[in-house]
C-alpha cells in the first residue's frame, strides 16, 4: 500500500496557479470586475432567440400535426446573415423536438415559408404553412428588438419615395425623363412596339410623338428594354437584338437595326467618361450636396455586359470586365457599391445565388432578395444603396434600401409596396433616383414610378 504524500504536485495545475491566487487575494475587486465586464460583453454578443423560435414552432406544429414538412426561410429583415441562420437552426430544432421531419417537397404533407422581418419596434416571424390543396395559414410571433441594434432606419435614416410617373395597359419596359422642374415634365416611354414622348400640359400627359420600332425578328416572351442618354443624340435603346438611337429635339427620329452590343450596367455616374452632362449636376455630388461622403464621388467602371437575346437575362459575359473577372454567371440584374480603391458588384444570377464580386474574389449568398437589383446614390448615410426587390413569392413586392458595410446587408429605409410584381428596375441617368415597373394586379396595367430616396434626418 502506497504511503500518501501530501507534499506532492497536483498533476494538471498551471505553475502560475499562485500568481492567480495573489490576484484573486490582493485584488477581489479587480478579478470581480474584470469577470463582470467579460460576462456583460458575452451576453451583449449573444441574442437569445430561443423563446421566440419555441413559440413559433408550437404554432407550426398545432396547424400541421408531426409529419414530414417543406421548409424554406427568407430574411427581409435587418438581421445579419449569422443572426439569420442561428434563428433558422434554432426554428429547426425546435420543431424537430416536436414531431416534424424535413423532407423533398414532393415527400411532404405541409410546406412551410418562413419570413423573418420587422417594423418599427420588433422583429415580426411569419410563417405561411400550406397543407395539401386547402388554403394557406398563417403563424406569427414578435420579438421586440434590443435597443441600440441596428434597425431600418438606424444605419442611413432614410426613406423610399415612390413617386408615379406613367401608366398603360401594354407592358412598359422604361421610363426617361427627359425634362423637369420641381417634377418631371416631358417623358419618353418605351414598349415592346414603340417610343412614346409626352409633355406635361394643364396638368395632364399629352401625347408628342410615338415612333414605332423596327426589328426582324420576333421578341422573347419576357421582353425587356433600356433607355439611356447619349452624347451626340437624345438617347439609345437598348432591346433584346436590336439597338436603336434616338435623335432630334421637339420632332424625334429612330434609327433602328439588328445588333448584339453590350448594353451598359452602371450609367450616368459622376467622373465617368460616357456619363452625360445634366442641369444642376455637380462634381460634388448630388445635385451639388456634397455631404453624403466620399464613396458618393467615388468613380463607377463602365462595365457592360452582353444580353441573350431570345431570353430574358445577361449571357455574363463583361466588358470590359470587373476586375479580373470578364465573365460571371448569367444574371437578370447588377447593383453595385462604390469603395475607396475598388467597386463591389452584386449580380443577381438566374439560380437565385447573389455573386458579390470585387475584382479579385467572388463571394455567392442567398441574400433573400427577388431578381431585381439596382443601385442610387444619395446624400444619405454611407452615400450609396442598393435597391432590391422582394423575393418573389407573394401576389405583391416592395422595394428596399440597403447597405453593405462589408459583405453583409444592412436594411436602411422601411419597404415601399407595390400593388403587383415588378417587371423592371432601372437605375436613372444621374444615379440618384430609379425607375421601377410594376404590374398592377388589381387594374391590369402596367405602372411606371420613380424611386427616390430621402434622408429622414
Not at 430574411?75 to 416534424?100: A, K
Not at 457592360?304 to 437578370?332: E, I, Q, W
Not at 415588378?422 to 440618384?432: P, Q
Request: glycine share 8%.
Amino acid at each position: 500500500m502506497r504511503e500518501p504524500v501530501y507534499n506532492s504536485a497536483i498533476p494538471d495545475v498551471s505553475p502560475n496557479t499562485a500568481s492567480r491566487g495573489l490576484i484573486s487575494k490582493y485584488f477581489p475587486s479587480v478579478a470581480h470586475f474584470l469577470f463582470v465586464i467579460l460576462s456583460l460583453v458575452a451576453v451583449s454578443y449573444a441574442a437569445d432567440w430561443s423563446g421566440p423560435e419555441q413559440q413559433l414552432a408550437r404554432k407550426i406544429v398545432a396547424v400541421t400535426g408531426p409529419g414530414a414538412v417543406t421548409i424554406t426561410f427568407e430574411n427581409r429583415s435587418s438581421l445579419s446573415r449569422r443572426d439569420s441562420e442561428i434563428v433558422e437552426n434554432g426554428l429547426r430544432n425546435s420543431l424537430t423536438e416536436l414531431g416534424l421531419r424535413f423532407v423533398a417537397e414532393e415527400q411532404s404533407a405541409a410546406t412551410i415559408k418562413i419570413s423573418l422581418s420587422e417594423n418599427g419596434s420588433s422583429y415580426v416571424w411569419v410563417a405561411e404553412i400550406r397543407q395539401g390543396a386547402g388554403q394557406s395559414e398563417v403563424a406569427i410571433v414578435s420579438t421586440p428588438r434590443a435597443e441600440g441594434t441596428m434597425g431600418p432606419h438606424d444605419s442611413a435614416p432614410l426613406t423610399l419615395r415612390r413617386i408615379p410617373l406613367w401608366s398603360q395597359s401594354d407592358p412598359i419596359l422604361d421610363v426617361a425623363v427627359l425634362e423637369e422642374n420641381t417634377a418631371p415634365t416631358r417623358i419618353a416611354v418605351l414598349d415592346p412596339g414603340k417610343l412614346s414622348l409626352y409633355r406635361m400640359q394643364a396638368g395632364k400627359w399629352q401625347l408628342e410623338q410615338a415612333l414605332e420600332i423596327a426589328h426582324a425578328k420576333p421578341w422573347p416572351r419576357d421582353m425587356r428594354g433600356r433607355l439611356l442618354p447619349a452624347r451626340d443624340h437624345l438617347m439609345d435603346v437598348y432591346l433584346p437584338g436590336v439597338l436603336c438611337h434616338a435623335s432630334g429635339g421637339s420632332s424625334l427620329t429612330l434609327s433602328c437595326r439588328e445588333s448584339d452590343d453590350p448594353w451598359p450596367l452602371a450609367v450616368g455616374i459622376p467622373g465617368v467618361a460616357a456619363s452625360p452632362v445634366f442641369p444642376g449636376e455637380s462634381a460634388n455630388g448630388v445635385n451639388g450636396n456634397s455631404s453624403a461622403g466620399s464613396a458618393s464621388a467615388a468613380v463607377v467602371p463602365q462595365i457592360k455586359a452582353f444580353y441573350a437575346p431570345a431570353r430574358n437575362f445577361f449571357t455574363g459575359v463583361l466588358t470590359p470586365g470587373a476586375g479580373k473577372f470578364t465573365a460571371v454567371p448569367k444574371f437578370f440584374s447588377v447593383a453595385w457599391v462604390p469603395r475607396e480603391k475598388y467597386t463591389l458588384w452584386l449580380f443577381a444570377a438566374t439560380d437565385g445565388q447573389f455573386h458579390l464580386i470585387d475584382g479579385v474574389t467572388d463571394q455567392t449568398a442567398k441574400l433573400g432578395w427577388g431578381s431585381d437589383v439596382t443601385s442610387v446614390r444619395s446624400a444619405c448615410g454611407a452615400g450609396w444603396q442598393v435597391l432590391a426587390s422582394s423575393a418573389e413569392d407573394g401576389p405583391d413586392d416592395s422595394v428596399r434600401a440597403y447597405e453593405f458595410p462589408d459583405r453583409d446587408p444592412v436594411a436602411v429605409s422601411a419597404a415601399v409596396d407595390f400593388s403587383g410584381s415588378i417587371t423592371a428596375l432601372w437605375t436613372e441617368a444621374r444615379g440618384d433616383t430609379a425607375i421601377a415597373v410594376s404590374r398592377n394586379r388589381e387594374k391590369g396595367t402596367y405602372d411606371a414610378f420613380r424611386v427616390a430616396p430621402a434622408c429622414t434626418q
